[in-house]
């Protein structure tokens, strides 16, 4: 069973969704839009933690980048992320997989999370939509 997760680059997680897996309306993000809460990610005890290693898409994860995590939307799609909890907003492109924690729908770069408002207590309710 883990030969084809293998063979297809996706690689199973435990709620049964695929790390590199498409989105699962097909090819296409137009029209998505989800709630939920949106973290960050990139430092762990004060200490730089993914800055530099390769993302889902390829490239290295970039703190100061406008880039973020999904779970299935499509690496490469634009997304504007609406901090809910003081209307702040922010474009960004999708180039990574995650975040892997339950009701978490996106996760920010740490320069995304400041743009938006929520650095210092790591998350907020937040509004994802697809861009064209």
């Known amino acids: 069973m883990l030969l084809p997760a293998l063979v297809t680059g996706c690689v199973p997680m435990r709620d049964g969704s695929a790390r590199n897996a498409p989105y699962k309306g097909g090819h296409s993000a137009a029209g998505f839009v989800e709630e939920g809460y949106a973290s960050w990610y990139g430092m762990d005890k004060g200490k730089v933690k993914e800055h530099g290693k390769l993302t889902a898409s390829g490239r290295p994860y970039d703190q100061n980048a406008m880039t973020a995590a999904h779970k299935t939307l499509p690496l490469g799609t634009r997304v504007k992320v609406t901090n809910l909890e003081n209307g702040r907003s ?3 492109v999708i180039n990574d997989r995650g975040p892997y924690i339950e009701g978490r729908i996106i996760d920010m770069t ?17 509004r994802v939509e697809a861009l064209p």
């Open 90 to 92: 922010a474009v960004v």
């Open 110 to 126: 740490l320069r995304g999370a400041r743009i938006l408002g929520y650095e210092k207590q790591g998350f907020c309710r937040a």
